[in-house]
């Protein structure tokens, strides 16, 4: 039935020369002997233009009152085809706007006077109350159809004001889905940019220590070696979950599961990882720890990661660095010192791993500040926005196993 209606709406001149026959049909049976040629041509004249009322609703209308018109002054009574004035009308206020649609009213209104005055008989003319019925009922069958028509326009109009809103929200979201894709394409770019970084800067210092002792003590070399294995099967691993993002997308909602994102909880590790590759770290945590959201917690273990790959990178040979967590009231402090040599043209805040550092950190609201130091090396120091632990009070916590609660304490190197 819905195809049968599209059809039908696809082919508006086929639908309207139906309904033109149907209303000739009427003007038929009225048809009398003695005025046989003059009806069939008025009959033809008011019905034509329908065939092309939607199409040309101005000219239909104008070319069946103009029909109408000249059978006022020729013929002496009306016939059923006469109606088709008031289809006109209907489309006219239907199609068109007010401006165009009530002076089509006023002319037909003005047609039902003449008509009254024409076809009515003698005798009706002489009661006003009949004559008045009369014109009442053809002015009555005139605004009806003009109010119908100006209501069916009102509701199409409301119709196609909805479809657009429908295709503009479809448009946003569109626009939106394009930027969110983009958004995670550069989350994606950071975190291939920290593991590569941060595991190849591992790697090639293992690589120079392993050439260094290679001849003099090869157990050292054989344990450089080890490290390097080691931090590629690592780097593998994050670099796989990475891409397992990208691979899910355009498998659906049932695309393989990932491994979870680093945090916290792996410092330690990525700790021991910079140790292993000859990079003196001491790790401080004071306050009382509590869980951070995914991603905050994922941004403080890259800004850990990118600050030590920094100092290992541009610090030169001996640098020790020193790394804190500090929960404080409604704030994760992160700070990240190392005493190296860094001159104020290898660290001075353009390369790409600063930038999404700082990114990262203004995504969860937080800042970042990092620079030399007065008396030198370089310092980073990050404040992320974090909820207070409710009903418990702040205090300091033991790093290492077996420290007690409420004391501060440095694991050294």
Known sequence: MLTSYGWLRRHPV?????LGLGVASLGWGGITGRHLVPQLLFITALTAPLAVRRRYPVAAFLAVLAA????????SESIGSDIAVLVVLYTLAAARPRRIAVPGLLACLVGCVLAVNTWVPGHSRDSWTTLGEVLAFYC?????????????????????????RAARLEQERDAQARIAAA????????????????NVSVMVVQADGASYVLDSSPELARKALSAISVTGRQALAEMRSLLGVLRSASQGPGGADLD???GIEQLPGLLEQARAAGLHVSFTVTGLPRPLPQGAALTVYRVVQESLTNARKHGGPGVTAAVSLRYGEGELGITVIDDGSATLKDSDGLGHGLIGMRERVELFGGTVSAGL?????????????????????????????????????????
Request: charged share 20%; proline share 6%.
């Open 373 to 413: 130091r007065p008396y030198g090396g370089f310092q980073v120091a990050v404040t992320l926005p974090a909820a207070s632990p409710a009903g418990r009070a702040a205090g300091a916590l033991d790093v290492e196993p077996g420290g007690r609660a409420g004391q501060s304490r440095t694991e050294a190197a």
């Open 260 to 262: 979870p994102q680093p």
């Open 14 to 18: 086929l639908v309207d020369s139906v």
């Open 183 to 198: 958004a995670e394409q550069a989350r994606i770019a950071r975190e291939l940019h920290d593991v590569v970084a941060h």
């Open 68 to 75: 109408g018109g000249l059978q006022l002054v020729l013929l």
């Open 140 to 164: 009555l069958f005139a605004l009806t159809a003009w109010l119908l028509g100006d209501m069916t326009r009102w509701r199409n109009g409301y119709y196609q004001a909805l479809e657009e």
